[in-house]
């Protein structure tokens, strides 16, 4: 994990902010210093309660190309108004600005996890290639309930909704800018499910005020990470030929236009969809994401994915242990070691 102790703000929370959800949003209520997200068919979820499901003895289908300790790095955004974006990301997420000039807010805990770069360039539009959402995985389930509290009491307006996935409890959100986060925690490993190679994750209604509720008062260490990325692409047949093929990462899981892909048996590191950018081709020059980094555990590992680069035909850059290549929408894709 690469984390930091919650600020003093975020470590006894009050409970005034707090979200009615289960289905899709109704409405958002704001009253005095409280939030309420009001949806309807609230469902009771308990502190990682158990899905219907249980853990199977079927594995995934590992083809250890990738190392088993592969992680994901920082996700690097343009925006076009830095300030109001960073102070999003500091002040309701709770992440810790590490670096800051005129035109960079370098955010994370004890290593980076967004990266926002400013921009001249026109809004980023969901129908063309970029970020879906960076998916920052948190070490406990109390972590993320004090830091979904301070979001219902300092950003309501963001939340975009919930699910309980078999495999992790997830919280959605927009940014400022409308780049999607997610805000997750997973369910132990001997509790997911797979099936022919494959790990079965679903989509269902995850009550925010319930998890809060039940969760908040537990020890939190205020670890978190970035634990995936996924990204919008032209063709997901397209996507899972350079990410599986060529990187070298194990499918995990499919459905109609999405990929899920992973290292090591993680339920995924990366996902491709087309469900709004199907024949989309290369990224402009405007807001949105600029690039993702992948993390090895030594120089060897980005020696061989340069190897499968250059046996591919596919651009890239390998210097002082930094790997670089762009996927085929232009997405930049950084390699850098532990």
Do not use: C
Request: proline share 5%.
């Amino acid at each position: 994990m690469h984390s930091a102790k919650p600020s003093s703000s975020r470590s006894h929370p009050s409970r005034t902010g707090r979200w009615i959800a289960g289905g899709a949003v109704a409405a958002l209520l704001l009253a005095g210093a409280g939030a309420w997200w009001l949806v309807a068919g609230s469902a009771d979820a308990g502190p990682l309660a158990s899905p219907t499901s249980t853990g199977s003895p079927e594995g995934p289908a590992l083809t250890g190309v990738l190392p088993d300790a592969t992680e994901m790095g920082a996700v690097e955004l343009a925006v076009t108004d830095l300030d109001a974006t960073a102070a999003y990301y500091r002040d309701a997420i709770g992440l810790t600005v590490l670096e800051e000039s005129d035109t960079r807010v370098v955010l994370g805990h004890d290593t980076p996890l967004i990266q926002l770069d400013a921009s001249d360039g026109g809004a980023d539009d969901p129908r063309t290639a970029g970020l879906y959402h960076s998916a920052i995985l948190f070490a406990d389930a109390p972590s993320l309930a004090a830091t979904l509290q301070n979001i219902a009491e300092k950003a309501p307006q963001s939340y975009q909704g919930s699910a309980d996935h078999a495999v992790s409890l997830a919280f959605y959100f927009g940014d400022p800018e409308g780049n999607g986060v997610e805000l997750y925690v997973d369910r132990p490993r001997d509790e997911w499910v797979w099936q022919d190679g494959q790990v079965v994750m679903g989509s269902e209604a995850l009550d925010p005020n319930a998890f809060i509720e039940q969760n908040l008062s537990g020890d939190a260490t205020g670890d978190a990470q970035m634990g995936h990325v996924h990204l919008r692409v032209g063709d997901v047949g397209e996507a899972r030929a350079f990410y599986a093929d060529v990187l070298g990462f194990d499918v995990t899981a499919e459905s109609d236009g999405a990929i899920f892909y992973s290292a090591g048996g993680y339920h995924h590191h990366l996902a491709t969809n087309s469900w709004q950018s199907a024949g989309a081709g290369p990224r402009g020059d405007g807001a949105g994401l600029r690039a993702l980094t992948i993390r090895l555990p030594q120089a060897s590992d980005l020696d061989a994915v340069a190897a499968r680069l250059v046996d591919a035909d596919v651009a890239h850059e390998l210097a002082d242990d930094v790997l670089v290549t762009a996927d085929p929408w232009g997405n930049t894709i950084r390699f850098i070691t532990l």
